[in-house]
């Protein structure tokens, strides 16, 4: 099988990674709970533009701390090593920098990734996922429960 994975928010907590940032940097005191989009101009009062400047300003260490969903990377493994074909699929920008943040977090928390199935950028994942012939794409927050 072949199984799209989405980083952001599917095994990686980004959005809690990127709320204790924007509380350092803009010194406040905004609670996980309280952030109810994506997007966190809202919740610290920022204008679209403000938000962006920050984000952009973030972005890399945003993507380079934070921590796996608990046992996202072994569920991956596991899944790996029945027989299924790993991609991971991420609206994140394609730098270079980005690129190689990404790739080393992947491989820092031992996700199988393999050097050929990242693919960035995608902000319609849905027609890379179909171009990739992807049987099951995942891309939403999962908790995930294997015993081993």
Do not use: C
């Not at 803009?26 to 962006?52: A, H, I, M, Q």
């Not at 027609?127 to 429960?145: E, K, P």
Request: charged content about 30%; proline content about 3%.
């Amino acid at each position: 099988m072949r199984l799209g994975i989405d980083i952001d928010g599917t095994i990686k907590q980004t959005q809690r990674t990127a709320i204790q940032l924007y509380n350092e940097v803009l010194n406040r005191d905004v609670k996980e709970d309280e952030v109810t989009t994506f997007y966190l101009d809202e919740p610290y009062g920022l204008s679209e533009e403000e938000g962006r400047r920050i984000w952009r300003k973030l972005e890399a260490k945003i993507y380079t701390v934070g921590i796996p969903l608990e046992h996202a990377p072994e569920a991956l493994q596991q899944l790996k090593r029945e027989g299924n074909l790993i991609y991971f699929i991420t609206a994140r920008p394609d730098t270079d920098r980005i690129r190689k943040i990404t790739i080393e977090w992947l491989k820092k928390h031992n996700f199988p990734y393999n050097g050929e199935n990242l693919f960035m950028n995608a902000h319609d994942k849905g027609t890379v996922a179909n171009q990739l012939g992807i049987d099951l794409f995942l891309r939403m927050t999962l908790s995930i429960s294997i015993t081993f």
